[in-house]
Structures are given as C-alpha cells and as structure tokens.
C-alpha cells in the first residue's frame, strides 16, 4: 500500500473501522507510514487551534488520525507531542489491547509526569494489568491535584497501602501541593488534612507514625507555603502531653529550621514542654540560638522568655542564658532590642558588657544611649549608612565599526536580548555592514543556521522572534516578508508577535532595514541611542539624515518615526532645515518649524511626539481620522495633548474572603480606537489587555519598550503599572525591566513614575521590591525624585488598604538605609495629612520608623500638618505610643 491510499483510508473511515483495519497489520508494518500520518495529524491541529486561519484537511474522523498516529508511532516519536492523542470515542484500553504497541510503559511514564491529569486518563491501563503503575513523584501529585480525580475514596485502597506516606516526602509545586489542595477546596469538598486524621481516627493509619512524618517533612526545609500544610496538620492531629515530651528533641531541633512559621510552631510546642518540665534548661539553652535570631517577633520575644525561665530553673545559668540574649538585638524592632535589654539587665549585664558594646552603633537610635550605658561606652552618633553615591551620567553609545563586530553582535544579542542598547546596536551593525556580509554566504552560516533554530523555539520573548526572523532574512539574501510567509504557514492574519505591540513596529523597521541591504546599501540606522540615557543626539539625527540624501535613499518611516520618539530636547536650535522630502519636513516639524504636514499618520504623530512643550495640532488628529475611519474628534497624543492619572481601588469578593487591587490610568480625552500606528507612540485603547501587550511580557521585550520615548517616559510607566501583579512571586519577574529608565540618566520623575515607584516597593517578590527601593534611593540622592511628587501617588496606594502598611514601612527603612534618611521621613510626614476616620491600618510602624529616624538626626518634628494629623490619630497600641513620641520632638508651642 502506498503513503497516499494509506493516508486515503485513515481519512475517509471512522476510528473505530481504522483501529480493526490496523489491528490487522503488524506493527513492522505500520511504521513504515509514521511519518505521513504524523504530518497529516500536526497539519490537522493546527487547524482546531487555528480555526479558519489555514484550509481544512480533508478528514472525516479526526479521531481516526489519532488512533492511526498510536498504531504508527515510536514511543520517541510520542513523547516528542506537547500533547498525548487520546481518542474519545473509544478507550484508551481497548486501543492498546488491539494494537499491542511496544511504547505503553514510557509513554505513560512520560506524560504523566508531565501532567498529572493524565493519571486519570491512564489509570485504566494499569487497573487492567496492560502496563505498571508509574511509581515516580508524580503519581503523589496525582492525589494533591484538583484535575486527577485522585481524591475520591475509589483511591483509598492504594493510598492506604503506602502513598499516603509518600505525602509527607513529596513536597508538589505550582498548582499541585497539599496546601494548595486545601486551600481551594469547593464547599463541601473534604481536606486532605482532615481525611488522613480521620483515617487515623478510625484506625486506618498509625497516629504515632503519622505524628512522626509531619515532623520529618518539616524537617525538610520545603518552602513555606507548602511546609505550611505540614505544621497545621500536626496541630490537627493534637499531640497529648505524653506524645509531645517524646518528641522533644524534635521541636528543639525544628527551632533551626529556615522557614520562620516552622520555628515559630516548633517554639509554641517547646514552651508547653517547658512549662511542664520535660524539657532540661541545658536542652533549651542549646537548643534557642536559631529563634533568638529569627525574622518574626513573636518568635525571639518567645525565645527571650524560655531563657529568662531556664535561668530561674538554673541559676548557675545566668551568665550563658545573658549572652545568648545579646544575639536579639539583631532584631530590627526597637521594641524588641528593648526587651532583650530588659532581660538582660534581669540576668545581670555585667557579665555581657563588652559584647554589648559591639552593638551600640548597629541598634535602633532610641535604644542606642540605654546599650551605651549598660556597655559602660560612650555614646556618640550612629556611622554614616549611606552607600556611596556616583551621579549616573550619560555615556555615549558607539556603533559597531566592521562587518565580523556586525555579526559577532547579531548573534550574541540572538541568543539574550536583555540589553535594548545592543539590540540597537546589532540592528545598527546590519544597517551598516549588512551588504558587505552577503558578499560571502559561508560567513553568513552560523547566523543562517542559528536564526532558523530560534525561530522553531523563541519561547515567550517576542524580541527574540523578531530578531530570528530578521536575522533569517539577513543570512538568505531574501526580503523579510519571505520569511514572514513561510513562518505563517498560510494563516491569515498569523501574529508573529503580539497584537498591537511595539515589537511589530520593530519588525516592520527591521524589514525596512533588510530592504535596504538587499539593494546594497549601507548607512547608519537612525533611531540608534547617541547616548545610555536613550536618546538620540539632534545633530547625530541629522548627520545621518545626510549620509541617507548623499545616497540617495528615503528614511526608512518606522525607523524615521523611531528616532524621532528619542530625540533628545537639547541641541534643537540648528536654524531652518531642508524641506525637500516628507522625512525632511517630520523632522523640521519636530524640532518645531512651521511645515506642512502628512501623508503618513505614524511618522507625523512621532514628530508631533517630539515637539516640547507638545500642543494641540488639528492638522496632525486630521492625519489619523480619514485612513483609520475615526469617529472620535481627538486622538490622545496624536495632535492631542492628553493627561493620565493614577485611579486605585480596592476590590473584593462578596464574603469579603478575598481583595486585591486594581489599577487604572485612564486617559483624557478618552481613546476607543484600535491602530497598529500607535503603539509605537504609547496610544492604546482603553482596554486593559491591550496594555500589556504593548511593552510585552518578558524582560527583554518590557526593556526594549524602555527606550521609545526616553524624553518622557511617562506612557511607558503607565503600561508598568496596569501591567503589575504585587503578589506574584517568579523566579525571573520581567515587570523589573519597568524599572530600567529609573538607573539611567534622564529627567525628573513624574507622577506616573512616582506611582511605579509606589507600587513595586510593596511588591510581595523581593527581586523587584528591592530593585524598587534602590532606585528610589539614587532617584532621590540625584535630585530626580522628591518626596512633593512621590507622596500624593503613594497615598493614593496605601490608602486604598490593599496592601498591608507593612510594606511601605519596610520599603521606607530600605530607602533609609541606603542613605536616604530625609526623604524617607519626608514621605512619612507627608502621607500625615489624613481625618481620623481614614487612619490606614498598621500605621504604627511607620510612624516607629519616623520616631527613629527622627531620633537619629536628633531632629525636630516641624511639619504642621503631620503634629495636627498625629494629635487626632484614634486608637492604641503602637500607633498612639508612637504618636506620642514624635509629638515629644515638637516644639510645646506647636503641640
């Protein structure tokens, strides 16, 4: 039988008369038609998921290319699928039992530990004895997935023979833990918590055991959230007095573990051991030193009590206990460096002086003249925290200067494009050397070969796909909307990159520049930085706009429109210009003579762009309503000044279980337009998607979106704050390119930047919250950020109550630390300007901060508003103890 009247049958017949046609042939046979039936079975989805984009195969059950694909296939060729061809109509176990393939075991092996729903689908065959129960890890994350099905008491049996042990060794990830499991249980729904007690309860399980292996996962050290289940399980389970004293030695043991809940559950167990007696004062001395020095209060002050009491119990003691204590002074709360002090002092500080004495420049200022005097040293001012501070200054960006650097740069910015200055630059090198590389095809090779490479597999990066693909059309001597076609495989409308992004400006500049290289040109790229602030020199613009009129070449538009967003505001009184060409009179426009304007709305809103101060120009809006088909009258920023301000709302469920927070920053006049002409000028329409797609999503697209309007990147930080989620944690997170134009040199920051600023310093994933503080820190040591713009913006997110005060204090500290004291209290008594009513919660942490601070620079609280603000605060505790303290440093006539 030929590949075609194979193809023929297996299209043309239902799958269950293709399964009893191939059951009959050997499965020898069968390979020989893998590949065609493979390529049949990829075209056809690409269809379901491309839908009308592409031609529909002709095939009357779809499902009977799967089934021809299982009888056709190698496990290799199998595994290699981002999807197992599981036919619906007919059982998986009925298909194996008429096929008999060699690939069942690893097959299943691999997609199950690929995803954990497929145990679901796959179980039938090991009930059935067709293959083995895979035994890896993943058939445990089978039970704490939500998709499996696992859950049900049809899995009680093999749980009860041994997985259920298991729980306590797998710690799962991502969607599949116990604690998330748990967490997202629908009503209704039993825990796995309270299943395994119950199984206990009834006898089921050996409690004794069970109590054990929740003390071994935590000895683990899994990370939080997930050791978490772990902790809260074995409170489940109550251990009795009796069970708890045999246990002792590990609860001290869990006082070292790295996850602070853990301690902190370890430390609730060791103080009822304590307070029975069943614990010796030596154990406990031995055993506090990790709590003493935890990150959470409760823990060391918890810490300093057992050893006061061990003391008591031990006399003899006294002097070790005392200098276990000194280790809590590492604390940063005042509060709690002041009762590690009131217990020493019980102890007899004597015997600890000169350990003391190593912590009065490191304590908080209002404890550090009481440490001075129990050390017996005289007191002086804290050292100076400061970081050294070199203003960040502008350095000149150089282009590349010979056709080997050209390529060598290419390829290196292929493989990471992180750095948007040398992605201009490799798009500078082509533009430059470009036709001198085509003139040798071997050269061109490694390009060629690597470029093809990227393309089958770019991964999120949309900047790394355009780069693939023009550097595809740069190695084959070939227009980019060659490559553009093929990659499309016949789809309409394929997106390359996302919809209404700045890459697909990219890609159309690129296609430009490869055009021009294919005619043998060779001439600078214009939009090139001059400088690492991002923009683009006037002179060095047109220096180059020369070298294109000596050859005789038109600019190409996108990346005309491209340089014009970076021009630089200085150096623009150059007298009149050339008015010869459309490019000529952009760019006259732009640095602000009175010309005639159009055709081509893009390259005419990029030049309006760059006008200082813009203003309204009807002529430039006239431009973009008649080929986009505008209803509107205005268009915001194309001939249109607009205004964007930060809205924050906090959002909640019914219940009032869950709130998160929402951002916005409308524009006025409003947009409602859709234009692959404005992304490149930062004009979206008002729908929320549309945002982040326009910078991109990982860090090299958000960093490269960084520099297309370095003058002003206030559009750019509104995309940064729809963008942000302030309680994902990754391992990469791209929103830190958002961050990127705060560490060059540039102007001052504006509102939006001050609420970027706001938001990411109360990020929960530390690498950007920590970026955050830095940049605020050097922002306000450059002179760019003041606490007039930055306080109404944080106001506007701390008053909204999404997010715990707590993070704006640390931040604030952070900022402090790095030398930024005075902006750091100016920020605090700013935001001190609100009626009682509306007094954030946990406030009085912040106002601690601005007492310590106070107290360091031994300076007086001035700020009218803030005393009138502190006088009214309702409430106790810390906030009104605080609130007295920095009344105290008022002067009385003010108070």
Known sequence: MTEQEFLKFISSNSAKKVLDWLAK????????YAKPTMALFKKLDRYWNAGADISQPKVKDGEAISVA?????????????????MPEKIPIEDIIRKLDPDWVQGVVEHFIEDRTFYINRFQELWKTGLCKRPESDAIILGYYSHW????TEDSKSALLDGDVWRFFEVEGGGEDSLANHDKFLKRGQESWADRIKRYADEGLLDRQRLLDASLD??????????????????????????EMAMRSDRYLRLLSSSIPPTVSFALKHVQKLEKSGAI???ELLAALEPALQARVKGTVTGALKLLLSAAKRKPELKQEAAAKMVLALIF?????????LDAIETLGAESVSDELANYVDLVAPSVRSRIAEMAGVAFGTAPDTALDFVPNEAQPIAAVTSPDEALALFLTVLEEPRDPFEVERAIDGISRFGAALRLDDKTLSPLRKRAKQVCKSSGDSDIRYVLALSGRAMAESVPLAAILAEESDGQKNFRFVSELSLQEHHLARNAGVIERVGDGASLPLLALPSETSGLVHVADLLARIE??????????PHDLAMALMRLAPEGRDVGNLSLATEADRAIAYALGQDVKVGPAPELWGAAWRARIPEQADKAITKLFKKPLKLKQDSVPECGTPATMELQVERKETEDGSWHWLVVEVPVTPANTMKSRALPALFCLPDQGYQYATCCGYTFSDIAWASLTRPADPEPFFRVALIGLDTWQKLSDNPTRAYLEPFFR????????????LACYVACEDKSVSSLAIEAAAVLSAEGRLTARVFVPELKKVLMSNSLPTSRWTKALKGVADLGASRFAIETILGLLDFAPEETPRDIGGMLELCFELHVAQNAQLANERAIACLRSIPGGGKTTRFSKKLLSLAKQDQV
Do not use: N
Not at 25 to 32: D, L
């Open 25 to 32: 042939i050997p499965a020898k046979e069968r390979r020989a």
């Open 69 to 85: 694909v299982l009888a056709t296939s190698s496990q290799s060729e199998l595994t290699k699928l981002s999807f197992f061809p």
């Open 148 to 151: 499996s099905g696992t859950r």
């Open 217 to 242: 996962a935590l000895d683990r050290d899994f990370a939080q959230y997930r050791a978490g289940w772990y902790s809260r399980f074995h409170v489940l389970m109550a251990p009795v007095a009796g």
């Open 280 to 282: 010796a004062a030596e």
């Open 332 to 340: 940063e709360d005042a509060g709690v460096q002041a009762k590690a």
């Open 547 to 556: 070298c294109y009129r000596e050859q005789g070449i038109k600019p190409e």
């Open 745 to 756: 040199p540039g102007p001052s920051v504006g509102p939006l930047g001050a609420a970027v």
